[in-house]
């Protein structure tokens, strides 16, 4: 008889102690979904951004990942924000590997939007990013275009406006997009820091009636010029009178085809090549050789590294370059010294410590040659 009433109890306290298991188990898992979805829920929240076409946009309050439209957005974006970018607009040069971050090189190539034309929305629909950002003109098509870029890769797009003067706006409103103010703070200090810079010396020389005449001249016979009130010519209008004056000026960062004999009209007194183009031949082109700026050897190449100081393409790098073509033009009228703004430059925007060695370097064609 008391084996038959041990049994029961025995069965009904092991029932009991699964009850209670179950209980535990199950409040256990209740806890854990709540931490998730709080986490999911802090992850997904939502500001409103005013882009520059005026347009109240909904973005991540969290934005970590992002894809620029093109190279020109890239260059401001790797300045304020370069741990967020998922893809890189072109393959980098030798020259951009050795002052930009290594994991760069592991990013997928996305093309662009603008430029060649090229951008790859399946690879961005396959990224998932949480943005696709253009810096840069404000062209007519802009809203239209970002409409497409959306409706082709399901992720939002905005503009933000880049021009020569108001890059310091550009950069705090990166600031205020990224939640990066302070980082946008200093970026956008050296921008107008430098704009003032360079405009006082120009108004110096202008004063004086001391104004250069200069063409800018790209390709690799040097027969394109940056036309006067082109988007790529900005820096050049506003330190220089830009000779190139012509009915259509191009979008494109190759500027105008023309010819010798049209260079030879114009006749600057001083000519500026851009990287990789007619700089080490021009000297022994006989042709050339009846240009002032050649005969006189006031011509000179733009340092480049990780990209060209004038552009190619027209972003941060241009801050930079008008602090150089400045200096280069007006020596006597530019109130500092530009390498050491170089250094910050490279240390703000590349995040890059630049050496003595590799200023000397950047600068032998122009300002080194001037020495």
């Known amino acids: 008889m008391k084996?038959?009433?041990?049994?029961?109890?025995?069965?009904?306290?092991?029932?009991?102690?699964?009850?209670?298991?179950?209980?535990?188990?199950?409040?256990?898992?209740?806890?854990?979904?709540?931490?998730?979805?709080?986490?999911?829920?802090?992850?997904?929240?939502m500001k409103t951004f005013t882009d520059s076409l005026g347009r109240e946009v909904e973005v991540p309050e969290n934005l970590t990942s992002v894809v620029a439209s093109g190279s020109t957005a890239f260059i401001y974006l790797y300045a304020i924000a370069p741990e967020s970018i998922m893809a890189v607009n072109t393959e980098l040069t030798d020259a951009a590997n050795?002052?930009?971050?290594?994991?760069?090189?592991?990013?997928?190539?996305?093309?662009?939007?603008?430029?060649?034309?090229?951008?790859?929305?399946?690879?961005?629909?396959s990224l998932g990013p949480q943005l696709v950002i253009d810096i840069g003109e404000n062209k007519p098509s802009m809203e239209s275009d970002l409409e497409d870029i959306t409706n082709k890769t399901g992720v939002t797009a905005i503009h933000i406006d880049a021009y020569y003067d108001n890059m310091d706006e550009?950069?705090?409103?990166?600031?205020?997009?990224?939640?990066?103010?302070?980082?946008?703070?200093?970026l956008a200090k050296f921008c107008s820091n430098s704009l003032k810079l360079s405009q006082d010396a120009v108004d110096t020389a202008q004063q004086k009636n001391e104004k250069k005449s200069v063409l800018y001249c790209t390709q690799e016979d040097g027969l394109n010029v940056l036309a006067k009130d082109s988007y790529h010519s900005e820096v050049i209008d506003m330190l220089a009178d830009?000779?190139?004056?012509?009915?259509?000026?191009?979008?494109?960062?190759?500027?105008?085809?023309?010819?010798?004999?049209?260079?030879?009209?114009?006749?600057?007194?001083?000519?500026?090549?851009?990287?990789?183009?007619?700089?080490?031949?021009a000297w022994?082109?006989?042709s050339w050789q009846e240009l002032t700026a050649i005969k006189n050897g006031t011509y000179y190449e733009t340092p480049s590294g990780p990209y060209g100081w004038m552009g190619s393409p027209p972003a941060s790098n241009r801050?930079?370059?008008?602090?150089?073509?400045?200096?280069?033009?007006?020596?006597?009228?530019?109130?500092?010294?530009?390498?050491?703004?170089?250094?910050?430059?490279?240390?703000?925007?590349?995040?890059?410590?630049?050496?003595?060695?590799?200023?000397?370097?950047?600068?032998?064609?122009?300002?080194?040659?001037?020495s």
């Open 3 to 45: 084996e038959k009433r041990i049994i029961p109890r025995i069965t009904s306290i092991i029932l009991m102690l699964c009850l209670l298991f179950g209980m535990l188990v199950g409040c256990g898992s209740t806890k854990a979904e709540t931490t998730v979805s709080d986490t999911t829920k802090d992850a997904g929240k």
């Open 98 to 125: 050795e002052y930009l971050q290594e994991e760069l090189d592991e990013l997928p190539v996305i093309g662009s939007f603008f430029g060649n034309h090229d951008l790859n929305y399946e690879e961005i629909a």
């Open 170 to 186: 550009t950069f705090e409103m990166l600031g205020e997009l990224f939640g990066k103010e302070e980082e946008a703070d200093a």
């Open 242 to 281: 830009n000779l190139a004056v012509v009915t259509n000026p191009s979008s494109k960062g190759t500027g105008n085809q023309e010819d010798i004999e049209q260079l030879l009209n114009w006749d600057p007194q001083v000519i500026i090549f851009s990287p990789d183009s007619y700089y080490d031949y």
């Open 284 to 286: 022994e082109d006989e």
């Open 319 to 370: 801050v930079i370059g008008m602090l150089w073509m400045a200096d280069l033009l007006y020596p006597e009228y530019t109130d500092f010294d530009l390498q050491d703004m170089t250094i910050e430059y490279y240390k703000l925007f590349y995040h890059y410590d630049l050496s003595d060695e590799e200023y000397e370097s950047l600068v032998a064609n122009s300002i080194g040659k001037r």
